[in-house]
């Protein structure tokens, strides 16, 4: 359609959206600063606080906003194909910033636990850790092990975890539940594409409610994890990376789950056709994505 | 906040008056012009700390500074210039040039484009503030290794580190843009391998950037962890390892010079092409080159870690990787020297900035090559030679670029003409005083004087006393830059549509002053 280029006028959202961000990260910058210094009277919950309101409160004007011009006709399809575009290039950021995750997962096991442990060609490293033998998962840590074979203090001791969250259980059981909401999010796809309302509605609706129960276990099993397993952030690499990893996973679980359940009030509103239907779309790639990334924790935090 | 379909012709009226037209522009020349002033002001307080420094190393001794200052100066200055200059510039360019180039009408996501703008003068006064902050600010340097900035740090650091989460959201948001720009707003007919080179190397740039720059926002991520949260990602007493930092931050730290390096490509080669009045020589393979440049750049990045205890494996392939790049970057040298061959050329301030890139850049890459032998890079390492290497490949070669690409679309940006003579006296005051400055560089780093140091031995201190002078003279040659720029926006010669007789391309189809929206209708590209 020549001519019908898209053009917005002027917008103060991005600038709010600034204006927001800026200060939800001076907030935890304040708090984590003044909890490091040990000064509980810190206003930096206050003014993350506000930050993350301001930035959820933006959001849902601009994605409105969004919706609305949709829903005029304002938006060509050169216009949808840019969001298309822009969806999925987010995504791949997403993908490379669990990349470092597991990247520095692949690197302690493979190389510095060994190295620490003496083995292989930087094994000399081990005369600074006598005593230290490399295991994945590292129950024991290299401290530990130097104060445990020498009585020596190292200037820091870091405790290994008391025990570790075995694959069989709650994982397995959360494996099983994503694995199946990707399933039922194809079948909504499928349904909305098909204009069957209610089969979209319900498959939509048990996606979403799998994806809490997934956030519910998960959250069981870091309650087990710190009150039961002696399995924390700060124990050892094997905690840091169990649970940055998990973590930031289960964020993404609950930002699917929400953008889900966005998308199903949206179709109960009558926003979707089966032929244009980018907003639910797009949720469903990131909830796919969110699907991937567990299979691979599932494999190299859990299993392997 | 409405939106219209633009089917009109918007040439006739302008934008809105006052500051709230750049707060809430959505116009891609506005959002890049933007750009272009942020990181023209960032130049300067990064070259101003670059000065602080030159000061101090004017002789031996400890005179001017204290030591923890110098640090911090050494590290804000490296910062500024790489994510506060040299970036935002090239972003800027890229607004204002890409939906030119290719006949589209915006930015494919306008709104999202004025928020990866708004986010950097935000993220850089986070920054800077920690300067004045308890315990000072970064001084840990621009590389910020663990564990000097974890668990050695001012506290400070939390606060840098999500000024660069902001910086990073502002940089992945305005790659995704670019890409979808590109891919989605080329005027019929338009194919990829029709597209400008600029363009062309803006859209592997954005490659690299989504690729890495989420990286970069893990590494601080841990960083953040491992010093208020008690994690060991970085720490041998919980299994973990510093040298760990150094691995993730330099898989982004090496794409990270080359998005610093590529758009500069791609503007040297519109420039070579239009003063020698020929076409680019091997446009293919300046975009297979490009590209190879880009995938090689994933598979380089310990050659900034051969001193630190990398298995010897990995020592040799980092350095055979390494020494690969010069292949593809050997081909654009020869294409751009090729397409001037037999050219009638002509000298003026764009092209001398191109030619002395083409010349510059190749002495910065070959001292690369000598660094990324690895066994000879045991005694370069950490030295001046380092300097002397990457300050030939960034100021000569990025921001030569830059001036270059200034002085070139000026007249389009603007409507007038710059002044040449003043122009050519900016380019060779900054020649010769960049010269002067990194020149001797080579020498003092090859005789063994480490770099981030503030005071050094005797021996040195005659190349030392060069390098400040150079450095002052070519830091204030930059202000006759900034006269320029205001000079010419001011009045001036009127630029014809077509301001240079040798330029192609969409871009110079155009009435000079572009107009506030254009190609509301797509342009037909044969
Ligand atoms: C022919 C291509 C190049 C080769 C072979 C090369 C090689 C190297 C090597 C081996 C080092 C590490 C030296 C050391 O720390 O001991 C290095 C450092 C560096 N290079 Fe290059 N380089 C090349 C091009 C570039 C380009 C195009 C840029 C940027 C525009 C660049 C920017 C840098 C920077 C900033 C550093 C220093 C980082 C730091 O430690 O602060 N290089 N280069
Ligand atoms: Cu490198």
Redo the contacts with the bound molecule.
Sequence with gaps: MAGAYYVPEQSKLPIAATLASSIMMIGAGIWVVDNGQGNVYTSGPTIFAAGLVAVLAVMYVWFSTVVKEHQAGMNNAQLQRSYVWGMGWFIFSEVMFFAAFFGALFYVRNFSIPWLGGEGEKGVTNMLWQGFEATWPLMQTPSQALEASTGIAAANTVRGPGEIIPWSGLPLINTILLLSSSVTVHFAHSALKAGNDKGMSRWLAATVILGFVFVGFQAEEYVLAYTELGLTLETGVYGATFFMLTGFHGLHVCIGAIMLSIMWLRHRKGHFQPKDHFGFEAASWYWHFVDVVWVGLFLFVYIL | MSAVIDTHGHEDHGPKRGFMRWVTTTNHKDIGAMYLWFSLAMFFVGGLFALIIRSELFQPGLQIVEPEFFNQMTTMH?LIMVFGAVMPAFVGLANWLIPVMIGGPDMALPRLNNWSFWLLPFSFTILLSTMFMEGGGPNY???FYAPLSTSYAPPSVTFFIFAMHLMGVSSILGSINIIATIFNMRAPGMTLMKMPMFVWSWLITSYLLVAVIPVLAGVITMMLMDINFGTSFFDAAGGGDPVLFQHVFWFF?HPE??I??LPAFGIVSHIIPAFARKPLFGYSSMVYATSSIAFLSFIVWA??M??VGIPLVGELFFMYA??L??VP?GVKVFNWITTMFRGSMTFETPMLFALAFVVL?TI??FS??M??IAPA?FQ???TYF?VA??HY??VP??IFAIFAAMYYWLPKMTGNMYPEWLGKLHFWLSFVGMNLTFFPMHFIGLAGMPRRIPDYNMQFADFNMVASVGAFAFGFTQLLFLAIVIITIRGGKKAEAKSWEGAEGLEWSLPSPAPYHTFATPPEVK
């Design positions: 490296g340097g621009w590389t730290g010079v080359y610093m390096i050659h900034h051969f001193t390494t020494m790049i010069a970057t850049f910065g890459g690369g090559l660094l990324a890079d370069y390492h950490d380092v290497h990457f490949v960034l070669g990025a």
